[in-house]
């Protein structure tokens, strides 16, 4: 069973992802906070991290450049899934190293593709 | 009976107020509208690798992530003296405007203290001053802008009052200029097409 990582600090944006990943038969670990991202990113080694941008404290971009530098997690693909939709957004992502970019509200099937 | 006298003249259009920040050699204005807050950032932005040395980084400002830019090394690549490297609370520490709403706000790191100014629009010499620009900074300006004496501004530098929409647009059309095609197109198909995305 595939597992993956999901943070947002929205409770409401991270019950949905989780019931959309849950249905598609995935194992979801939730963190609503970039630390905590950190932090479980290194205990439980997800195959995948679905991240949200705008965060308080560590944000998305943020995080995914500590996962980058951390020898532990650098190897886990990062897909933003963000209510951004600006292209230098999308630039940004890019450049830090995310695998993928999925704009809020998003369904299952805009997940399916790095499940 | 007084019969009521009409004013001398026509009561005159209140002046919007603009904050006039020191980008480099220039004095550039933003409408309040626009302009949200003066900041001083508390931590460095995240650097984003391999884009225009314009680009700061992203910083985290209350939960959202915003762009920082260097307007002076925009107008002027490799003129002005490099950004100073990042050097902590107790060091230097980067100074911005805050401005625009939702997902396109923008930070400019300025030089100096910010001025709020009133400002009606002023276009008399705008061709003139307009001309003696650098190029991309040309179809940006909306006016001109009377600087008083003692701001610590160069005597008769004009403050130009820019088109801060305009200004996000030019931005976002220069690092997609910038920055290569085809390292960008796997993110973007990926998203339209539900397809994996391939690693940059």
């Not at chain 1, 080694?45 to 679905?50: E, V």
């Amino acid at each position: 069973m595939k597992k993956v990582l999901v943070v947002d600090d929205s409770p409401v944006d991270l019950k949905h992802l989780e019931r959309l990943l849950s249905d598609s038969g995935v194992l979801v670990l939730t963190a609503a906070t970039g630390a905590e991202a950190l932090d479980k990113a290194r205990q439980e080694q997800p195959q995948l991290i679905l991240m949200d941008v705008n965060m308080p404290g560590l944000d998305g971009f943020s995080t995914a450049r500590k996962l980058a530098a951390d020898p532990a997690t650098k190897a886990i693909p990062v897909v933003f899934v963000t209510a951004k939709d600006q292209k230098a957004d999308r630039v940004f992502a890019q450049m830090l190293g995310a695998k993928g970019f999925v704009t809020k509200p998003c369904s299952a099937a805009d997940l399916s593709a790095y499940l | 009976m007084s019969t009521p006298t009409a004013p001398a003249s026509a009561p005159t259009e209140a002046p919007e107020r603009v904050q006039v920040v020191g980008c480099g050699p220039h004095l550039l204005g933003f409408a309040y509208g626009w302009a949200r807050a003066v900041l001083e950032l508390t931590e460095a932005p995240t650097p984003v690798p391999n884009t225009p040395a314009w680009l700061l980084g992203v910083a985290n400002l209350d939960g959202q992530v915003v762009p920082v830019v260097d307007l002076a090394e925009w107008l002027a690549p490799g003129v002005q003296p490099q950004p100073n490297a990042w050097q902590g609370a107790t060091g230097t520490t980067w100074r911005v405007l805050l401005g625009g709403a939702g997902e396109t706000q923008l930070a400019l790191r300025f030089n100096g203290l910010p001025l709020p100014l009133p400002w009606r629009l002023q276009t008399r010499n705008l061709p003139a001053v307009r001309s003696s620009l650098p190029a991309a900074l040309q179809p940006l300006v909306l006016g001109l802008l009377n600087i008083p004496a003692g701001w610590g501004f160069r005597p008769g530098l004009p403050g130009l009052v820019l088109n801060p929409n305009a200004l996000y647009e030019a931005l976002e059309a220069d690092l997609l200029r910038w920055v290569h095609p085809d390292t960008l197109d796997p993110l973007a198909s990926a998203s339209a097409s539900h397809t994996p995305a391939t690693p940059a």
